[in-house]
């Protein structure tokens, strides 16, 4: 696969603690990519104590790691036409398989 293909979120099928994508990928432990070109770790699911909503809980793999959390409908929604989309995705984060990782931090 080449390092700038990448494979939709279509298809979703909601699951306790992993997200699958059209092609039966378990997306938590995998990398996305941001549509605005950044790379992110996705560590798992959670769901909010207050209202039971599934949120997206991923660690970006530039500059500090900070860790993130979105909610799942959010980051698997298409990108908003008024947005500037210079990955040119469909999806608000999709699925990306590098050949290399350098300048990325991986672990703590």
Known sequence: MDSQQT???IGFVKSKNMIKGGFGV???NQ???HFKG???LVLNICTHTETGKEHVVYKSLYES???WV???SIFQEEVPKEKENPTKQKFRFELFEPKRISNYVIGD
Request: hydrophobic letters at 50%; charged letters at 30%; a positive charge.
């Open 7 to 9: 494979i939709d979120f």
């Open 26 to 28: 378990n997306m938590v």
């Open 31 to 33: 990398i996305v990519r």
């Open 38 to 40: 950044d790379l992110y």
């Open 65 to 67: 790691g900070k860790v």
């Open 70 to 72: 979105r909610p799942l």
